[in-house]
């Protein structure tokens, strides 16, 4: 089975701010790692994926997300956070055993900064 | 390129009623998603489609959710009857690619289920 958690319901940051939203997994396998964004009535937009190699991935906007394996977490960052940044946030795994290319998202992260 | 497209948007229906959602995905992709989405919580898969065939429909629950892709294009996804736990978002996704490759999926808008 695989499952995600993230821990915060809501990371409140200023504008200009570094910004870290928290995710962990478990996996029975190696895992294939996601985050999207939601914005207010509209469908989640992907932001990275880990898939394997580097452990530091750089996504859209200037967010960027490492993975690591020892503590399971794949953390999403931001040197700087803009108020336009404010939005819900998914963190999602794959099993690399699954058959399918069945995502299990966490409960999601609201970001709220403010200015 | 266009993104993937869902009608209607929004939907409200009473208890016990019939419903269905549309979804076209991004041209060339042959896989299909259907999640569910509860307020406040995350998106939950529902069935995934590889062309017109189902890869996974483990959490459908099928007594009164259908879903089909007939010709590996569009999708329908129906629920009949419908109860008041089913008030959620529904959210079409595509992919390119074979089922189980880790390729990105591409999410639509969303259709808003209101059960009254």
């Known amino acids: 089975a695989q499952s995600v958690a993230q821990p915060e319901d809501q990371v409140n940051v200023a504008e200009g701010n570094p910004l870290t939203v928290k995710c962990t997994y478990s996996?029975?396998?190696?895992?294939?790692l996601f985050w999207y964004v939601q914005y207010p009535n509209r469908g989640l937009q992907f932001l990275l994926k880990?898939?394997?190699?580097?452990?530091l991935v750089k996504g859209s906007y200037g967010f960027e997300a490492e993975f690591n394996k020892s503590q399971t977490s794949f953390h999403l960052k931001k040197p700087s956070a803009l108020v336009s940044d404010s939005a819900l946030y998914f963190c999602?795994?794959?099993?690399?055993?699954?058959?399918?290319?069945?995502?299990?998202f966490g409960g999601g992260t609201r970001l709220m900064v403010k200015p | 390129e266009a993104g993937v497209a869902q009608s209607p948007r929004y939907k409200i229906i009473e208890k016990r009623q019939s419903v269905a959602f549309w979804c076209n995905p991004i041209s060339g992709h042959a896989t299909l998603y259907w999640y569910q989405q509860i307020l406040g919580q995350g998106p939950k898969l529902l069935i995934q489609f590889q062309n017109n065939g189902v890869v996974d429909d483990s959490q459908l629950p099928k007594d009164r959710f259908s879903a089909e892709r007939l010709k590996g294009v569009d999708s329908t996804l129906k629920i009949q009857p419908a109860k008041l736990e089913d008030s959620a978002v529904y959210l079409c996704?595509?992919?390119?690619?074979?089922?189980?490759?880790?390729?990105?999926?591409?999410f639509g808008p969303g259709t808003r289920l209101t059960v009254l």
């Open positions: 996704a595509s992919s390119s690619g074979g089922a189980g490759a880790p390729h990105t999926q591409y």
């Open positions: 996996v029975s396998g190696n895992p294939y």
């Open positions: 880990y898939i394997t190699g580097d452990n």
């Open positions: 999602a795994v794959r099993d690399l055993r699954s058959a399918g290319n069945m995502l299990t």
